[in-house]
């Protein structure tokens, strides 16, 4: 006959210390986990030969070539790509206003003419004009509905030009179909890794509207204000910079089988230490070979458009300007998405260790 082993049952009190004590200990293992992961420690100063770790990356024209060539080689899919997204969007978004446009392109209608005479001032207004179209100054206040239509839109192009990506370079025979119906599966989560950026960004968007106030009350005149205000301003944009780097990666993490939204920000944070300032040159960059490419075409469609209009007032109702800055913003997010993915790649072929 054997005994049973008597199982001292445990108070509500000492349930409850057990559970602390439990919660306490996870709190430590993942703190612990995360500073051996982390090498680095706020306020404290980390000697170069403690930080170096490696990186190769081609250079800023070679990446961005090849880019260019990865997106090229397939550029009936991606064109394809670019052409459903901007249906979508004239259709639940809408396009930008040509009645605003031609208010705004009164002003140049008169001497457009004169850019192709040599008459090179005139470009200063295309470019105020440019500046209002990049901006959304031509588009009308959109609704919030609209304003999750246009989010939601972004975010599927971006998930439909990583999986045709991935699989593209993989080796795999794919058409724009298999994508458009398999890419969206990641969907949830890449919507809560893009909410943790937007929430990343307010630093910079409250130096920015900080910067609004400083400008109408006359504060950035100069002096001991204006040296404070730019200081805080710049930490706190440095501070955004320094979050959405590993974010950026983290938009691509996310999109791998079985990935989820804090576990992709994690694991493309270990992918970033010690490689930050390197990947966020990368990143703007990118933002840079964008703006010149929008100015290269912007402005001399914009030009042309002020001076055929000039020239023939019966075709003053085409949108032409709208439309291509439509399918320019379409583009931009097929670009740029191969960019960040292809960046992503680059990264997760040096699997060095943290430094």
């Not at 030009?303 to 000039?310: A, E, I, N, R, Y």
């Not at 032409?320 to 292809?342: D, E, K």
């Amino acid at each position: 006959m054997t005994k049973k082993k008597l199982v001292k049952k445990q108070t509500p009190i000492e349930r409850t210390v057990s559970s602390i004590k439990n919660y306490l200990g996870g709190l430590c293992r993942a703190n612990k986990n995360y500073l051996s992961r982390r090498p680095h420690r706020s306020f404290q100063r980390t000697r170069r030969r403690d930080y170096v770790r490696s990186l190769t990356l081609p250079g800023y024209w070679a990446f961005t070539t090849h880019v260019h060539q990865t997106v090229w080689k397939n550029r009936k899919t991606f064109l394809l790509l670019t052409l459903v997204y901007a249906l979508f969007t004239a259709f639940m978004v809408g396009v930008a206003s040509q009645d605003t446009y031609t208010t705004l392109a009164n002003t140049l209608r008169d001497t457009g003419t004169q850019v192709f005479q040599g008459n090179m001032g005139e470009l200063g207004k295309a470019g105020l004009l440019f500046v209002t179209a990049a901006t959304g100054g031509l588009s009308q206040t959109l609704t919030e509905v609209q304003q999750v239509y246009a989010g939601l839109l972004a975010i599927l192009t971006w998930l439909t030009t990583v999986w045709l990506l991935r699989n593209l370079l993989a080796g795999h025979k794919v058409k724009l179909r298999d994508g458009l119906y398999n890419a969206s599966a990641p969907l949830l989560s890449t919507v809560i890794v893009a909410l943790v950026l937007v929430v990343q960004l307010l630093p910079l968007a409250l130096a920015l509207i900080g910067y609004s106030a400083a400008l109408s009350s006359g504060l950035l005149a100069g002096g001991v204000e204006a040296m404070l205000f730019w200081i805080v301003a710049g930490l706190l944009g440095l501070l955004s910079l320094y979050w959405i780097t590993s974010t950026f990666i983290a938009l691509v993490v996310v999109t791998l089988p079985g990935m989820y939204p804090f576990r992709a920000l994690k694991t493309s944070g270990d992918l970033v230490v010690g490689r930050r300032f390197r990947i966020l040159k990368r990143i703007l960059w990118m933002a840079l070979v964008i703006a010149v490419a929008w100015l290269l075409v912007m402005i001399p469609v914009i030009l042309f458009d002020t001076w055929l209009k000039g020239v023939w007032v019966a075709i003053t109702w085409l949108p032409i300007v709208p439309f291509v800055l439509l399918g320019l913003a379409s583009l931009t997010i097929v670009w740029s998405a191969s960019y960040i993915y292809l960046l992503y790649r680059k990264v997760v072929a040096d699997d060095a260790q943290p430094a």
